[in-house]
Protein backbone atom coordinates (compact mmCIF):
# COMPACT_ATOMS: atom_id res chain seq x y z
CA UNK A 1 0.00 0.00 0.00
CA UNK A 2 1.42 3.36 -0.56
CA UNK A 3 1.84 5.85 1.67
CA UNK A 4 -0.63 8.77 1.24
CA UNK A 5 0.32 12.42 1.63
CA UNK A 6 -1.61 14.68 4.33
CA UNK A 7 -1.07 18.25 5.41
CA UNK A 8 -0.43 18.27 9.09
CA UNK A 9 -1.86 20.72 11.76
CA UNK A 10 -0.92 20.23 15.08
CA UNK A 11 -3.21 22.21 18.05
CA UNK A 12 -4.23 21.77 21.21
CA UNK A 13 -7.08 18.92 20.86
CA UNK A 14 -6.75 15.41 22.39
CA UNK A 15 -8.23 13.18 19.45
CA UNK A 16 -6.79 13.11 15.87
CA UNK A 17 -9.09 13.55 12.54
CA UNK A 18 -8.56 13.48 8.59
CA UNK A 19 -10.91 14.96 6.63
CA UNK A 20 -10.51 15.27 2.45
CA UNK A 21 -10.85 18.44 0.78
CA UNK A 22 -12.62 19.37 -2.04
CA UNK A 23 -9.43 18.68 -4.44
CA UNK A 24 -9.08 15.61 -2.77
CA UNK A 25 -6.32 16.91 -0.13
CA UNK A 26 -5.80 15.00 2.82
CA UNK A 27 -5.45 17.13 5.90
CA UNK A 28 -4.81 15.18 9.41
CA UNK A 29 -5.28 16.94 12.79
CA UNK A 30 -3.24 15.91 15.72
CA UNK A 31 -2.25 16.75 19.59
CA UNK A 32 0.22 19.12 19.76
CA UNK A 33 2.92 16.63 21.13
CA UNK A 34 1.50 13.06 19.37
CA UNK A 35 4.64 10.94 17.88
CA UNK A 36 5.00 11.14 13.90
CA UNK A 37 4.66 7.20 13.99
CA UNK A 38 1.01 7.13 16.01
CA UNK A 39 -0.17 9.79 13.21
CA UNK A 40 1.19 7.97 10.47
CA UNK A 41 -0.78 4.98 11.72
CA UNK A 42 -3.73 6.82 12.34
CA UNK A 43 -3.36 7.92 8.48
CA UNK A 44 -2.98 4.02 7.55
CA UNK A 45 -5.73 2.80 9.24
CA UNK A 46 -8.01 4.91 7.59
CA UNK A 47 -6.38 4.92 4.40
CA UNK A 48 -9.31 2.99 2.55
CA UNK A 49 -11.70 5.66 3.82
CA UNK A 50 -9.54 8.33 2.54
CA UNK A 51 -9.46 6.57 -1.27
CA UNK A 52 -12.71 6.38 -1.17
CA UNK A 53 -13.43 9.87 -0.27
CA UNK A 54 -10.70 11.07 -2.70
CA UNK A 55 -12.55 8.89 -5.65
CA UNK A 56 -15.74 10.60 -4.72
CA UNK A 57 -14.30 14.30 -5.18
CA UNK A 58 -12.48 13.33 -7.89
CA UNK A 59 -16.20 12.18 -9.29
CA UNK A 60 -18.01 15.28 -7.82
CA UNK A 61 -15.56 17.75 -9.56
CA UNK A 62 -15.97 15.31 -12.72
CA UNK A 63 -19.35 16.23 -12.71
CA UNK A 64 -19.12 20.03 -12.29
CA UNK A 65 -19.70 22.43 -14.51
CA UNK A 66 -16.15 23.96 -15.74
CA UNK A 67 -16.38 27.48 -14.68
CA UNK A 68 -13.37 29.70 -15.92
CA UNK A 69 -12.61 33.15 -14.70
CA UNK A 70 -12.43 34.36 -18.36
CA UNK A 71 -16.29 33.61 -18.39
CA UNK A 72 -16.86 36.20 -14.97
CA UNK A 73 -18.62 39.38 -17.48
CA UNK A 74 -21.03 36.49 -19.15
CA UNK A 75 -22.48 35.06 -15.80
CA UNK A 76 -22.01 38.37 -14.10
CA UNK A 77 -24.03 39.76 -16.88
CA UNK A 78 -26.82 36.59 -16.90
CA UNK A 79 -26.73 36.93 -13.11
CA UNK A 80 -27.79 41.02 -12.87
CA UNK A 81 -30.77 39.82 -15.39
CA UNK A 82 -31.86 36.42 -14.50
CA UNK A 83 -31.67 36.64 -10.39
CA UNK A 84 -34.34 39.65 -9.92
CA UNK A 85 -36.98 37.81 -11.23
CA UNK A 86 -36.36 34.38 -9.62
CA UNK A 87 -36.34 36.39 -6.60
CA UNK A 88 -39.45 38.35 -6.83
CA UNK A 89 -41.10 35.39 -7.92
CA UNK A 90 -40.21 33.48 -4.94
CA UNK A 91 -39.90 35.82 -2.36
CA UNK A 92 -43.64 36.67 -3.54
CA UNK A 93 -44.82 33.22 -2.90
CA UNK A 94 -42.66 32.38 0.46
CA UNK A 95 -43.82 35.69 1.96
CA UNK A 96 -40.47 37.22 2.42
CA UNK A 97 -38.93 40.67 0.97
CA UNK A 98 -35.19 40.74 0.85
CA UNK A 99 -33.26 43.93 1.40
CA UNK A 100 -31.07 44.00 -1.70
CA UNK A 101 -29.37 41.80 -4.15
CA UNK A 102 -25.65 41.79 -4.56
CA UNK A 103 -23.34 39.25 -7.50
CA UNK A 104 -20.35 38.14 -6.18
CA UNK A 105 -16.94 36.56 -6.87
CA UNK A 106 -17.04 33.82 -3.81
CA UNK A 107 -15.49 30.41 -4.50
CA UNK A 108 -16.17 28.36 -1.74
CA UNK A 109 -20.36 29.63 -1.28
CA UNK A 110 -23.31 29.98 -3.89
CA UNK A 111 -25.24 32.52 -2.09
CA UNK A 112 -25.51 34.46 1.41
CA UNK A 113 -28.54 36.69 3.58
CA UNK A 114 -27.08 38.95 5.62
CA UNK A 115 -28.61 39.65 8.97
CA UNK A 116 -30.24 42.48 7.37
CA UNK A 117 -31.70 40.45 4.77
CA UNK A 118 -29.46 41.02 2.06
CA UNK A 119 -29.12 38.62 -0.55
CA UNK A 120 -26.05 37.43 -2.06
CA UNK A 121 -24.62 35.50 -4.95
CA UNK A 122 -21.66 33.85 -6.90
CA UNK A 123 -21.77 34.44 -10.26
CA UNK A 124 -20.23 31.61 -10.60
CA UNK A 125 -23.71 29.83 -9.74
CA UNK A 126 -24.94 30.92 -13.01
CA UNK A 127 -22.82 27.73 -14.37
CA UNK A 128 -25.51 25.37 -12.79
CA UNK A 129 -28.74 24.03 -14.50
CA UNK A 130 -31.84 26.22 -13.12
CA UNK A 131 -32.99 24.24 -11.04
CA UNK A 132 -29.69 24.23 -8.62
CA UNK A 133 -29.75 27.99 -9.63
CA UNK A 134 -33.88 28.42 -7.93
CA UNK A 135 -32.51 25.98 -5.21
CA UNK A 136 -30.10 28.43 -4.03
CA UNK A 137 -32.51 31.12 -4.61
CA UNK A 138 -35.01 29.94 -2.09
CA UNK A 139 -32.37 28.74 0.35
CA UNK A 140 -31.21 31.89 1.02
CA UNK A 141 -34.74 33.45 0.74
CA UNK A 142 -35.95 31.04 3.44
CA UNK A 143 -33.14 32.86 5.44
CA UNK A 144 -34.97 35.76 5.94
CA UNK A 145 -37.42 33.60 7.78
CA UNK A 146 -35.04 31.21 9.53
CA UNK A 147 -31.49 32.39 10.35
CA UNK A 148 -30.38 29.16 10.84
CA UNK A 149 -30.33 25.57 9.26
CA UNK A 150 -32.62 23.76 12.01
CA UNK A 151 -35.61 21.63 10.46
CA UNK A 152 -37.73 24.24 10.12
CA UNK A 153 -35.87 25.83 7.89
CA UNK A 154 -35.10 22.84 5.46
CA UNK A 155 -39.37 21.94 5.94
CA UNK A 156 -40.11 25.97 4.50
CA UNK A 157 -38.01 25.16 1.51
CA UNK A 158 -39.71 21.66 0.94
CA UNK A 159 -42.83 23.67 0.80
CA UNK A 160 -41.65 25.48 -1.94
CA UNK A 161 -38.98 22.85 -3.82
CA UNK A 162 -40.19 19.34 -2.99
CA UNK A 163 -37.81 18.26 -4.76
CA UNK A 164 -34.95 20.22 -2.92
CA UNK A 165 -32.73 17.14 -1.98
CA UNK A 166 -32.09 17.04 -5.92
CA UNK A 167 -31.48 20.25 -6.36
CA UNK A 168 -28.63 19.68 -3.89
CA UNK A 169 -27.34 16.82 -5.48
CA UNK A 170 -26.87 18.69 -8.96
CA UNK A 171 -24.91 21.15 -7.26
CA UNK A 172 -22.60 19.04 -5.25
CA UNK A 173 -21.94 17.22 -9.02
CA UNK A 174 -23.64 14.21 -7.98
CA UNK A 175 -26.38 14.13 -10.59
CA UNK A 176 -27.10 15.02 -14.33
CA UNK A 177 -29.81 18.17 -14.47
Known amino acids: MERIEYELIRSPRRTMSVEVDTNGGVLVRAPRFAPRWQIEAFVKERAEWINRARERQAKRLQNLPDIREEDKPYYVK ?62 ELAHIRYKDHSRAFYAFIESVLPDYKERIRILQGRQEA
Open 78 to 139: QAKAVLPGKIRRYAACMGVEPAGLTVTSARTRFGSCSGQNRLSFSWRLMAYPEAAIDYVVVH
